[in-house]
């Protein structure tokens, strides 16, 4: 009752009505459903020399950005709303992806270059003899599935109950994260720890027994994953609207005060953490077999860092904030890379900059200043942001 | 045309010979060996190789100084003749392509090719003879040193027909490091061709507090083969002796490397010890400020090609300059307007470091570029066959050191120090009291900037320098200044010391990247533990 | 033979003990009079047989040498108003922290009741025992809105899941309303606590301690930053409550203190000096003597505090703005 009182954005009474102002789900989720679904009838519809034609490489490529959005919803969970700034979220990401690739490894079979039934080619030029315990099972698409969501969430619990229980906060966090990501790194990197070293998992066949290479496929995991994330958006909605989205508010304003109520934050936290990198997890799953390939490269701790930059872009604190930023980012980054590779890193790093300076709610923090100037010429509510955390 | 050629060289090798010949006029009274020198180095050319050692024998006699060069040239098959004039002239391969020099003066030959010169023949028996006799020039040789390493490479091939020839130079000897190698080989003699269990026994325990590895390995044959029990046992003894002050030395070297990364680590975290310890500002950009350094370092020692060797003193004041610059640039234009904004200042610093890295990529280049090392600064310090210290990892260790110490002096000793300390302190009543709060802020960044610079100089004598320079140290740097307890130099230093041992003795256990997995997830752990780091300051100022 | 056999059977009915056990744990779990003891509220564990609320036995405490509190002893009656006053590093503030758990003890005992020993608890855990606490400076979550601050403070079980869950009952609902028309925010109820005057962020931490119906209040400086009227409003309302629940008041607003308090409790340099009703306080020689004393010390005039509702500065002015803080 109250998801569906969430969906329409529609309260009983004016006390009941908990909607934060900017944050209607139906137009956001009615937006995504139909440009999806208009993207896939033009893609397999529509014939090729048609206008309207979407070709199979934009179906992946809006696949891809989709995957990111997912990603950036984690990282505005856990940082526009509780205020704790991961600067690892690629790290559950990646771990995702990782657990995705090994089943569509082993699903290559004995269509490796060297033809061995289970083990991989790596594995096999690596001369090693039998599969190694954690590779086992992996052949199962659900056990696959099921350690997307299982290995980032227990990462996440295992690193956040340690963290927050002992009260580590605010920037030491955010570069033990970092730190985390980096330790992952340089793990991923190693030939020994059996996960394709250096060049990571690719070459991939097929998944679930339909070729990877078949628009058919391709446009079903883009639907897929814009269902998905459809999904977790509205779960996500209905979480912050909830009395706990209140209290994770109360943890990002003024965590202490939350304690002398009565909340143990730190659950708070970690539950919202392992919640966050499940997410990314499922992002990462769901972005491998688009992209064909996870490499150590998604662990490196830019990647995490630039999730950050398309939350702040987009407007953390609202989650549709996050999802435009991530697309309206990603989309930049492939016109801008395709024109003039050597200036993206400067058009990042001016964003970065300038977007901490001069935008700091993003670009939906805009949009409100804009409608509110258009609709009244109130004076604007006072805006302390940080005066309680940044003590 | 190649007779013609031919009698060009002959002109040549006359006009040389005439030279020669003015020259041995000149010298009056070396006239006559000079000539014979000469003419016996003409002789190797004609000789046949059943006469050769003989006459290398008379060569070594007649001039103990030239020879060796000529000897070891020929042993290593490079000594080749002019066919024309039978000028001795050296080879030296360039890639697959031979190349000919002057004997002694080592001025290229480009003229001769391959059909105008012959290498001097040999066979085993003239290479067996070639070395006993380097060896035994080598061991007259005036130097003590080049005595020494000479000593040092015959251990492990000793021939019979050099003990007498080291016997001979034992009773001459006067250095004491070349006398302890004399008596290791005599002992080896000993060891090797004695009869005497007894002598035997008394060579193994002279040789059981040598490290040299053929000392070793003799020593285990002889465990392992000798009829007689007695001497086995000793050889054992001396063997077990011999492992355990290896391993100490090995213990110390180990130290030595973890000390070196240690104070890298230092002079990468003592800017950020600053900037964030001190000033509490997040600063991402700090690895961008050691490339600039590094750069810095480069980009002097284009400009002074010819001076290599002073290019470091230039360096480091540059570097500081144009890092601390930068510094005071970020902090105006961004870092000021984010202040008590951690989260915020650390994404716009971390915007500015992709800035800067993309700047050098499009300036310098993508790829590594090579920063020399001044004369100084190469070479090591041999303190025994095991131990021996590199002179830039000592340079850097020092380097790192004194830079700590003279910041400490600053910060607590100068006013701006004083200001630094208020304004981290209690910024508003710094405020009040009249310190331009502002000023101090700019200059305390350049400062910790500065130095960052400073280890960027440091840095590319060790590493090499590149647009990622920075980032490889970013995430150290961090935790070394968060291991060490935030706004605690002291602390700093420590952390740095001790990440720096507990890696390099982690890493022959797990191999270099577990051990820094290890080391950072140990951190990790550390500051879930105790958030304050190592040395957490105390009291309610503190929170 | 037979005591054999006895031996027997006494393995035997030790036997059946063990095999019972476990349905004996489920039969009594499933029992209808009782409710399950992690169901029961943390505030019923309280034993008050003796009717002293919290007991607090030789508590020290120093920051960098300096004797914040110093084996104070403090015992407060149940259903009692009790004010604490004293000069600034007296250690009022000190020892409220101590009680919520904001800060660890060097020494002593801190007791809710006979058997619950708070410094053993966190600050989450004490406070859903029943001990709400008022800051000296107010500290309301600025981002939300005035009614979501009050529902963040309702009592209720605050635990990840539940609080996942929760809807507001209509009593919830009723008591929020009926706490917002008290503290005079009912038109302000839907705008972000951010955006309220000083004043009425005062009234709204009132207003987050009443909807929590704690057993125990700390209240640190309710009436800074009110108008008479408002100063007036407090003392009524926190009197109104007295009796019920049980109030400790730090506050150097004497006149106040002289409308509310029928005890009051003079902290110095970290321990008790005197105790009693206002005037045995006032005519304490110890007190006027180390009030007076440390007057004439200083020779700047008092100055007024934080307090803006300045007209009330006492005959006694117990005030002193000796900077004494570390």
Known sequence: ?391 | MKQFQNLIYGLIACFSFAFFSVYAVANDSQSAKAKSDTELLVALTQVKLKQMNPLLDQIKSSQAQTALPIFKTLLEGRLYYVRSGKHLIQMQKIGKEKHYFELESATALPHLTKKLVKKVKLNNSVRRYLRSAIAELELSHPDAKIRAAALQSLLSNLETNLQVTIEKRRALETDNKVIDLLDVALNLYQLKQSESAALQIKAIEQLASRLEIPVKNQLTTVAETSPDPAVKQAAFDALKEIEHSTNRYELVDQLFFGLSLGSVLLLASIGLAITFGVMGVINMAHGEMIMLGAYTTYVVQLLMPNHIDYSLWVAIPAAFMVSGLMGVIIERGVIRHLHGRPLETLLATFGISLILQQLVRSVFSPLNRQVFSPSWMTGSLEINPILSLTLNRLYILAFALIVFFALLTLLRKTSLGLNVRAVSQNRNMAKAMGVKTGWVDAMTFGLGSGIAGIAGVALSQLTNVGPNLGQAYIIDSFMVVVFGGVGNLFGTLVAAFSLGIATKFLEPVTGAVLAAIIVLVFIILFIQKRPKGLFPQKGRAAE | MSQNNANQFSDLKRFEAKLNAPFQAIRSGLRRDQVWPFLLPDESKVNIDKDILLYIEGLNLSFDGFKALNELNLYINKGELRCLIGANGAGKSTLMDVITGKTQCDSGQVFFGQNIDLLKQDEASIANLGIGRKFQKPTVFEQQSVFDNLELSLKANKSVLPTLWAKLTPLQLDKIQHVLSIIGLSKQAYQLAGALSHGQKQWLEIGMLLVSEPRLLLVDEPVAGMTPQETERTAELLTSLAGERTVIVVEHDMEFVRSIANKVTVLHQGSVLAEGSMQEVQSNPEVIEVYLGEEAATPTPPATKKTISAPNISKVSLINNKEEKA
């Not at chain 1, 891809?64 to 559950?92: E, P, R």
């Not at chain 1, 995991?221 to 989205?245: D, K, P």
């Open chain 1, 1 to 391: 009752m109250t998801l569906i009182n969430t969906l329409f954005g529609q309260g009983k009474n004016k006390l009941d009505s908990r909607q934060q102002p900017g944050q209607k789900t139906l137009p956001f989720v009615a937006i995504l459903v139909i440009s999806t679904l208009l993207a896939c009838g033009a893609n397999l519809l529509l014939p090729e020399s048609s206008a309207l034609y979407v070709s199979t490489h934009t179906i992946t490529l809006l696949g891809k950005y989709l995957c990111y959005a997912m990603l950036a919803l984690a990282v505005d969970i856990i940082w526009g709303y509780c205020g704790i700034l991961s600067l690892g979220h690629g790290a559950f990401f990646a771990l995702g992806g990782y657990a995705m690739g090994m089943y569509l490894m082993r699903q290559i079979g004995d269509r490796g270059v060297y033809g061995d039934p289970v083990l991989p080619d790596f594995m096999v030029f690596l001369d090693w003899k039998t599969l190694p315990w954690f590779w086992q099972g992996m052949d199962q698409f659900w056990f696959a599935i099921l350690m997307a969501v299982v290995i980032p969430g227990l990462l996440a619990f295992i690193f956040g109950w340690l963290a927050f229980r002992s009260r580590v906060t605010g920037v030491y966090l955010s570069i033990m994260t970092q730190a985390l990501t980096y330790a992952l790194l340089l793990a991923f990197f190693r030939n020994e720890m059996g996960f394709g070293g250096n060049n990571g998992l690719t070459d991939f066949k097929e998944i679930l027994g339909f070729d990877l290479q078949a628009d058919s496929t391709r446009v079903s995991l883009f639907a897929i994953t814009a269902f998905l994330l459809a999904v977790i958006f509205i779960i996500s909605q209905y979480l912050m609207n909830s009395r706990m989205g209140k209290v994770i508010l109360a943890i990002r304003d003024g965590e202490s005060r939350a304690r002398f109520i009565g909340y143990r934050t730190e659950r708070y936290k970690v539950w919202l953490f392992v919640y966050s990198a499940i997410i990314a997890g499922i992002a990462g799953a769901l972005y491998v077999p688009q992209v064909g390939i996870i490499n150590p490269g998604e662990f490196s701790p830019i990647n995490s860092i630039e999730i950050v930059i398309w939350v702040a872009v987009g407007g953390r604190g609202t989650l549709i904030g996050a999802i435009i930023g991530a697309l309206i980012i990603n989309y930049a980054k492939t016109r801008f890379t395709a024109l003039f590779p050597e200036a993206w890193l400067f058009a990042l790093g001016g964003l970065f900059v300038l977007v901490t300076l001069y935008l700091p709610k993003g670009l939906m923090g805009l949009w409100e200043t804009i409608q509110a100037k258009i609709n009244k010429p109130v004076p604007e509510a006072k805006d302390e942001m940080k005066t309680g955390v940044s003590s």
